[in-house]
T-cell receptor
């Protein structure tokens, strides 16, 4: 295991539902990330948090709302999603948000989201 | 535009055979290049990371090479095993960025008995 856990592992929701994805890291890292992975496409960075503060929002629609109450926990609140939002949502953490050589990102197993 | 392109998109080989995956990038300025392995239904796991000055790095049966002049990298898998079946993702970090990683679309490898 990588030290990053995500729940639930699978989620099916209707377009009018509200749900939340949870991520927890046990590595003592300060930076946490949400990524979206769609079939046959590169990972897309959605949000970056450093020391609980959001440092990057990659033009993500407002129906995705992140929350970072502390450096170990990260949530992604979902509301009125569209079928094209169906994807694997990955959480990652690293010591800091730089892309430095010794600053490896560790990924969780992901939540497979299906929007009906 | 910073981009990472991988080839082939998918590959099928027999168990015990070797294979090589390719990665071309146009990221500038360059900081480091990483190869990740992603099993089905799992998150990516780092295999190797190389800086500008490194041209080869091994991790067991996995050997990555980097040619910073041509902006190409390869991942060579020796004596493949069924457990090597996965997606392999090339990721480049730009030193001119706040650390955003640029991901390739991945190569899906299937190892058959």
């Amino acid at each position: 295991e990588t030290g990053v856990t995500q729940t639930p592992r699978h989620l099916v929701m209707g377009m009018t539902n509200k749900k939340s994805l949870k991520c927890e890291q046990h590595l003592g890292h300060n930076a946490m990330y949400w990524y979206k992975q769609s079939a046959k496409k590169p990972l897309e960075l959605m949000f970056v948090y450093n020391f609980k503060e959001q440092t990057e929002n990659n033009s993500v629609p407002s129906r995705f709302s992140p929350e970072c109450p502390n450096s170990s926990h990260l949530f992604l609140h979902l509301h009125t999603l569209q079928p094209e939002d169906s994807a694997l949502y990955l959480c990652a953490s690293s010591q800091d948000p730089s892309g430095g050589t010794y600053n490896e990102q560790f990924f969780g197993p992901g939540t497979r989201l299906t929007v009906l | 535009k910073n981009q990472v392109e991988q080839s082939p998109q998918s590959l099928i080989i027999l168990e015990g055979k070797n294979c090589t995956l390719q990665c071309n990038y146009t990221v500038s300025p360059f900081s480091n290049l990483r190869w990740y392995k992603q099993d089905t239904g799992r998150g990516p796991v780092s295999l190797t990371i190389m800086t500008f000055s490194e041209n080869t790095k091994s991790n067991g049966r996995y050997t990555a090479t980097l040619d910073a002049d041509t902006k190409q990298s390869s991942l060579h898998i020796t004596a493949s095993q069924l457990s090597d079946s996965a997606s392999y993702i090339c990721v480049v970090s730009s030193s001119g960025n706040t650390g955003k990683l640029i991901f390739g679309q991945g190569t899906t490898l299937q190892v058959k008995p």
